[in-house]
């Protein structure tokens, strides 16, 4: 009976949604990983627009991903204009491509 | 288990979604290519309507202007891309092969030839273009 649990149980937890990363699945720091997944830096402004978030609320979700070593903040003066640019790090990349296999496992697609 | 599947692929779409709505803020939303196609067939077009010389002084213009202007737009975006889907690269390997094709195998320069060859030249550009530009509206 034990054994039976233990396989159970051990079943379970290899299933792809273990893999899910917390960190990346909440809906919104998801829409923020994947506009930086393919590009080289993303303005504030953009996310701000796109995501329809006030300043406070986006800053909040960017420190948590920025803490956990997702991304990475970078404030910068353009001629006298303050521009802050988002960038995915190494780890961010490779944490979403993890998380980006997961969810094709789920739906049961062998895609990366 | 059904419902998880479900949450899955609504994930997928929403970084597609986001991937997309990315792509249209940035060089590579197909803008620059058809500008660019479109200028390529105005340009071979002058050398059709002016004398050559002059033809070329104002090809030179707005090719500088449309090269500044390519430059500003695309620094002033929004998102800035890690690769540019960019194919001036083959237009600069087969742009002369159709040019000097043209002119060896129509040495008397038929009419609108400069036209013809414009528009050959300027169609993968803006076949890329109007793709690029198709891709980053589905977000």
């Given at each position: 009976?034990?054994?039976?649990?233990?396989?159970?149980?051990?079943?379970?937890?290899?299933?792809?949604?273990?893999?899910?990363?917390?960190?990346?699945?909440?809906?919104?720091?998801?829409?923020?990983?994947?506009?930086?997944?393919?590009?080289?830096?993303?303005?504030?402004t953009f996310l701000r627009e796109y995501?329809?978030?006030?300043?406070?609320?986006?800053?909040?979700?960017?420190?948590?991903?920025?803490?956990?070593?997702?991304?990475?903040?970078?404030?910068?003066?353009?001629?006298?204009?303050?521009?802050?640019?988002?960038?995915l790090s190494s780890q961010g990349q490779?944490?979403?491509?993890?998380?980006?296999?997961?969810?094709?496992?789920?739906?049961?697609?062998?895609?990366? | 288990?059904?419902?998880?599947?479900?949450?899955?692929?609504?994930?997928?779409?929403?970084?597609?979604?986001?991937?997309?709505?990315?792509?249209?803020?940035?060089?590579?939303?197909?803008?620059?290519?058809?500008?660019?196609?479109?200028?390529?067939?105005?340009?071979?077009?002058?050398?059709?309507?002016?004398?050559?010389?002059?033809?070329?002084?104002?090809?030179?213009?707005?090719?500088?202007?449309?090269?500044?202007?390519?430059?500003?737009?695309?620094?002033?975006?929004?998102?800035?891309?890690?690769?540019?889907?960019?194919?001036?690269?083959?237009?600069?390997?087969?742009?002369?092969?159709?040019?000097?094709?043209?002119?060896?195998?129509?040495?008397?320069?038929?009419?609108?030839?400069?036209?013809?060859?414009?528009?050959?030249?300027?169609?993968?550009?803006?076949?890329?273009?109007?793709?690029?530009?198709?891709?980053?509206?589905?977000?």
């Amino acid at each position: 009976m034990s054994t039976e649990i233990d396989a159970q149980s051990e079943e379970q937890e290899s299933h792809p949604r273990w893999l899910l990363d917390e960190m990346i699945h909440q809906p919104v720091r998801l829409s923020i990983i994947a506009a930086l997944s393919q590009n080289k830096k993303v303005d504030f402004t953009f996310l701000r627009e796109y995501l329809q978030l006030n300043d406070s609320n986006l800053s909040r979700h960017l420190t948590a991903l920025e803490e956990a070593g997702y991304i990475e903040i970078n404030k910068v003066f353009e001629g006298k204009r303050p521009r802050t640019w988002l960038a995915l790090s190494s780890q961010g990349q490779e944490a979403f491509q993890k998380y980006m296999q997961a969810l094709h496992r789920i739906v049961g697609e062998s895609g990366k | 288990m059904e419902a998880e599947k479900m949450e899955a692929v609504e994930r997928l779409e929403a970084i597609r979604k986001a991937q997309s709505a990315a792509q249209k803020h940035s060089p590579n939303n197909g803008t620059i290519q058809l500008v660019w196609g479109g200028l390529i067939i105005v340009g071979l077009a002058l050398f059709d309507i002016f004398p050559g010389i002059w033809a070329g002084f104002i090809w030179a213009g707005i090719a500088i202007v449309a090269s500044f202007w390519t430059a500003r737009y695309a620094s002033r975006l929004k998102v800035q891309p890690r690769k540019m889907r960019n194919p001036f690269i083959w237009m600069a390997i087969y742009y002369p092969v159709l040019l000097m094709g043209a002119i060896l195998l129509f040495p008397g320069k038929p009419p609108f030839l400069f036209t013809i060859v414009g528009v050959l030249t300027a169609l993968p550009i803006l076949w890329v273009g109007w793709q690029l530009r198709r891709a980053s509206q589905e977000g």
